[in-house]
């Protein structure tokens, strides 16, 4: 099974500021990943599909990279409405794993 | 707007039964792959199942392989996540999830999630 490692686990920041959040695959992924948001009580939501496609209707401060191992979740300015959990994905091969997680707090 | 809608969670015993289902009005489920995703009180996502748009190829996790099928009815426009064998550790809110047409496919939509308790 491909293993999906996030980090950081919690990340305390402040509205306005750049945040990044990575995530790393225990095997070559090329770039099937996906990011999503989640907030308290509500189903997750996709932000981010192919790495680096920004999903229509998710705002342009959202922006995702790489291929292979190695991906970055980047906020360029935090907004009130970003606090949540973000979780990644892989779909190149079964069984699909997510990331363990990456909460966002108000610092 | 394009909607999933989860029903058939509730109380089970442990050992019981329980059949979810995701109707998705507004949109043909046929030919498009679909997936049940679980997460557990307090914890992250898990991949449960999926099922490939032609229906003919099915996937589980190795925590319910045996124990969950999943199928889909095309003519009531519905997906299934048949459970049995249920434990404790399948307590969980279960959501379903649109994939793709392609062999490689993320979720969204998701639905609103069927909560699944399972207790003596």
């Known amino acids: 099974d491909i293993q999906m490692t996030q980090s950081p686990s919690t990340l305390s920041a402040s509205v306005g500021d750049r945040v990044t959040i990575t995530c790393r695959a225990s095997?070559?992924?090329?770039?099937?990943l996906a990011w999503y948001q989640q907030k308290p009580g509500k189903a997750p939501n996709l932000l981010i599909y192919m790495a680096s496609n920004l999903e229509s209707g998710v705002p342009s401060r959202f922006g995702g990279s790489g291929s292979g191992t190695d991906f970055t979740l980047t906020i360029s300015s935090l907004q009130p409405d970003d606090f949540a959990v973000y979780y990644c994905q892989q779909y190149n091969s079964y069984p699909y794993t997510f990331g363990q997680g990456t909460k966002v707090e108000i610092e | 707007e394009v909607q999933l809608l989860e029903s058939g969670g509730d109380l089970a015993q442990p050992g019981g039964s329980l059949r979810l289902s995701c109707a998705a009005p507004?949109?043909?489920?046929?030919?498009?792959?679909m997936s049940w995703v679980r997460q557990a009180p307090g914890k992250g996502l898990e991949w449960v199942s999926s099922?490939?748009?032609?229906?003919?190829?099915?996937y589980y996790a190795d925590s319910v392989k045996g124990r969950f099928t999943i199928s889909r009815d095309s003519s009531k426009n519905t997906l299934f996540l048949q459970m049995s064998g249920l434990r404790a550790e399948d307590t969980a809110v279960y959501y379903c999830?649109?994939?793709?047409?392609?062999?490689?496919?993320?979720?969204?939509?998701w639905g609103q999630g069927t909560q699944v308790t399972v207790s003596s």
């Open positions: 095997q070559n992924i090329n770039t099937w």
């Open positions: 999830a649109r994939g793709g047409v392609a062999a490689h496919f993320w979720f969204d939509p």
């Open positions: 099922i490939s748009g032609s229906g003919r190829n099915t």
């Open positions: 507004g949109f043909s489920l046929s030919s498009l792959a």
